[in-house]
């Protein structure tokens, strides 16, 4: 995991080809201006997905796995908390190949503030709990950036 402001972003570069590209597409766009749904930075290879949601309380999330790709995750309206497991306790819901992923139950976590001008990066089988009210639930205007590894 790593958790930073959007203007350090660019010093995570050389990590990756794709997550090069992400950084570079991040630092070149503004990111209020983009469509809901799917946008394509380099195919399936780097995609961004900007959605709208309302945070939940925290027994209502799951600790999400993905094998295929690293999420790069930024709140554009709203606050929510993200948290990182520890050691995976067992499979939720198994997970799919197909669509990468699936849930596990962690026991220890970690929890960050996301909120405007901070992102975190989960890397590919990283569990991480995205959508966690901070404080009361509310709405949530964020994007992912989803980076094969």
């Given at each position: 995991m790593?958790?930073?402001?959007?203007?350090?972003?660019?010093?995570?570069?050389?990590?990756?080809?794709?997550?090069?590209?992400?950084?570079?597409?991040?630092?070149?766009?503004?990111?209020?201006?983009?469509?809901?749904?799917?946008?394509?930075?380099?195919?399936t290879d780097c995609f961004i997905n900007v959605m709208e949601t309302v945070t939940k309380e925290e027994t209502q999330a799951d600790f999400e796995v993905h094998?295929?790709?690293?999420?790069?995750?930024?709140?554009?309206?709203g606050m929510e908390e993200i948290q990182i497991g520890g050691t995976t306790e067992g499979e939720k819901f198994p997970y799919s190949e197909e669509m990468d992923?699936?849930?596990?139950?962690?026991?220890?976590k970690a929890a960050c503030l996301l909120g405007r001008g901070r992102f975190i990066l989960c890397m590919a089988g990283e569990p991480h709990k995205p959508g966690v009210a901070a404080g009361e639930p509310g709405r949530l205007k964020k994007c992912v950036i989803k980076v094969r590894v």
């Open positions: 790593i958790y930073d402001t959007l203007d350090r972003i660019g010093e995570y570069r050389g990590m990756g080809e794709w997550l090069d590209r992400a950084i570079d597409f991040l630092e070149n766009t503004d990111m209020e201006r983009l469509p809901s749904g799917r946008t394509e930075i380099a195919g094998r295929k790709y690293m999420d790069i995750q930024i709140d554009l309206e992923f699936g849930t596990v139950l962690c026991e220890k």
